[in-house]
């Protein structure tokens, strides 16, 4: 399964017309801070059944049902997080509403769905600013090339430059792409312990960066790596 994260999508506004549809909207991001998946889906449903919730709070809602295994309710919601964010013209994140759409529909064999959803993200980002979404379209085609064996031109996708291997032993496994030119760096970590391991100190070439996540896989936390 490809995942993606999202991420913190701040300025939730809208009013609730009772005490009690507030404390179900407020339970249910507390909840969702709180990675009570199970949870933040119940409250936030009950919220937005009485008022159309934020697109924030239906991008969350998103998260909750696919991380509970609700499937096609996390496709809806996200298509309507989509429309939303359009609505409001935040062309970034409804381009990242998209993507995410995509990729939830290709491990399902929906490759034109998901093409359709790919191609107006691609759209919406026609002319903007280098952003983290534009990243994500890269996505695609780099596993694509990976799946069919070719994990050098993959890896060329991401990332330029020189590799460079920082760390290994049998559980963890930590490189770096350099960078050159107009072609990014990457930092590609390998754990082999799943979610119970401590990291690892390590010296890369960056100093001062910012990092943006570009691909990832975990079994508990799918949706949510750290910047």
Known sequence: RITMSLGSM??????RNSRTDADALQKGRDAFQRRAWGEAFSQLSAADRKSSLTPEDLVDLAQA?????RD?????????AHQAFLSRGNTQPAARCAIWLA?????????????GWFSRAARLLDGQPDC??????????????????????????FAGGSTEILYVDVNLYVMQRTGYGDKPGLI??????????NGRMVTTK?????????????????????N
Do not use: Q
Request: aromatic share 14%; hydrophobic share 35%.
């Open 10 to 15: 701040n300025g939730r506004t809208g009013l």
């Open 132 to 157: 983290v979404e534009k990243g994500y379209l890269l996505l695609p085609d780099g596993y694509r090339l990976f799946n069919a064996g070719d994990a050098v031109t993959a890896h060329e996708k």
């Open 206 to 226: 960056f100093h001062n960066a910012s990092f943006v996540p570009e691909a990832w896989w975990s079994k508990t936390d799918m949706y949510c790596p750290i």
């Open 188 to 197: 590609y970590v390998l754990n082999n312990r799943g979610d119970n391991w």
């Open 72 to 80: 096609r309710e996390g496709g809806d919601l996200l298509s309507r």
């Open 65 to 69: 049902a696919f991380l509970t295994g």
């Open 103 to 115: 990729f939830t529909l290709l491990p399902n064999g929906e490759s034109a769905k998901a093409g």
